[in-house]
């Protein structure tokens, strides 16, 4: 069966065996904005939850990526510093309709949960802490959980095919969740492994038939144009406000856009540790009041820098002066992801065509599957229970709830959200209405 895709700027018509490729005709730009729109709206959890979704929309419903070229663009985004489900989006987006499905795609990933985040900014800077939003999320939180221990078993089944996934698999998630080891060092062993070592390495196959649709100085070109898109604008504010925090947070965080490889958990200890000790923008117990309010909101996790920089800027110079931090904070932390996708896109079916460098994708895959079981298990923890601390026994941590803070109403909420979409095989968005509403009215009788 043949299936084809509209023609964009990265490719045309082509066999269904290509590792993108499925068997459904492309849609038009206006039914692939809805379902950016939905994923946008919709994309609780942080990244497992969010990757989850994607896949069940544009997948299992749409049939737009195949399976294995969704998991190719994953294996690609893991290795990119910043939000990986925001990425994945965007090349989603790319695949179907070249540049400007790659812009739709990735910025209505973001934007839904960007403009939540700014209004409980606002509230959060002349009011405080909101009870009412914190009980309106009870119940998110523990549907996001059911979400991401569904994506963790979808992926396992995907990635796990064998002894030596399922090794290195659990090697990732001991690495991560008790020693602590960097998430580019674990990523960088196992992907060395598999380019070396593994079944795929070994195929008797030179390389498919499979080359990247552009030329070298298409790339150079996609390069210095996003150069530019991301820094001219940055360097232009600095310059015509004097220095002012507007510049400090433009390069503060165009330099966490780069440096920061893992997905946001990765951010959260790097820019927390400079937001608080070296700049003064932001306590502690701020930070961690944006960190819950951006775990509980649509979009990605990484939009905790757009808090931080609201109120960094509503700190030092009011209202207005905090909707301008807001927009530089995003456009130093977003802006670079469309230039890692758009100039790499085009070789990530390449990337996967390669006997060797598929053995290190496959690792990767693997290791994929120790991350989101570490972040499963770190979100299930920090939801269950109110206190939950880090306990160092020599090189090994291991966190340690509080039984006393054990929370039975997100148990309730859980099982019941673990019910309707496990069991009873509803959406994603329904249950999370009913979770909201649950947890509200548990939070108002309890």
Not at 21 to 26: F, L, P
Not at 362 to 370: D, E, F, K, P, R
Request: net charge negative; charged share 10%; with cysteine.
């Amino acid at each position: 069966m043949t299936g084809r895709h509209t023609e964009t700027g990265s490719q045309s018509a082509e066999s269904s065996d290509t590792p993108g490729q499925s068997d459904t005709e492309a849609p038009s730009f206006q039914d692939a904005l809805g379902a950016w729109t939905r994923i946008g709206v919709t994309s609780f959890g942080g990244p497992a939850a969010q990757i989850a979704l994607m896949h069940k929309v544009i997948v299992e419903e749409k049939g737009w990526l195949s399976e294995r070229g969704f998991l190719n663009a994953l294996n690609f985004c893991m290795l990119l510093p910043g939000p990986e489900a925001m990425q994945l989006a965007t090349y989603a987006g790319w695949r179907l309709h070249g540049v400007a499905g790659g812009l739709a795609a990735g910025l209505m990933f973001v934007l839904p949960g960007a403009g939540v985040i700014l209004a409980l900014g606002l509230l959060y800077a002349y009011f405080g802490s909101v009870p009412l939003v914190s009980a309106l999320f009870l119940g998110i939180k523990a549907a996001v959980l059911v979400i991401v221990i569904e994506a963790l078993i979808k992926v396992a089944k995907r990635a796990l095919h064998e002894t030596s996934h399922w090794v290195i698999a659990g090697l990732a998630f001991v690495g991560i969740f008790f020693l602590d080891l960097p998430y580019p060092l674990l990523i960088a062993a196992f992907a060395a492994y598999g380019f070396f070592f593994s079944n795929a390495a070994d195929d008797a196959g030179e390389t498919q038939a499979v080359s990247p649709d552009v030329s070298l100085a298409d790339t150079v070109r996609t390069i210095s144009t996003w150069l530019a898109i991301w820094l001219i604008p940055l360097l232009a504010i600095d310059l015509a406000t004097g220095g002012s925090i507007l510049g400090d947070i433009g390069w503060f965080f165009s330099t966490l856009a780069v440096v920061t490889f893992g997905g946001a958990y990765a951010v959260l200890a790097y820019m927390a540790q400079d937001v608080v000790n070296h700049f003064g923008w932001l306590t502690a117990g701020e930070m961690m009041d944006g960190l819950g309010l951006a775990e509980t909101t649509p979009g990605p996790l990484i939009l905790v820098t757009q808090f931080v920089g609201f109120l960094s800027g509503f700190r030092e110079g009011g209202v207005w002066l905090a909707l301008a931090a807001a927009f530089v904070t995003l456009w130093a932390t977003f802006a670079p992801c469309f230039l890692w996708i758009f100039a790499g896109a085009p070789y990530i079916e390449w990337i996967g065509a390669q006997p060797r460098l598929k053995g290190a994708l496959s690792a990767i895959t693997a290791a994929v599957v120790g991350v989101i079981l570490n972040l499963s298990v770190w979100f299930a923890l920090h939801v269950f229970f109110s206190t939950v601390e880090p306990q160092r026994y020599g090189f090994v941590t291991v966190w340690q709830p509080d039984a006393s803070s054990l929370d039975w109403r997100v148990i309730v909420l859980a099982l019941v959200s673990g019910a309707l979409l496990l069991w009873r095989g509803w959406s994603i968005l329904p249950v999370l209405a009913i979770a909201a509403g649950l947890g509200v009215t548990l939070s108002l009788t309890t």
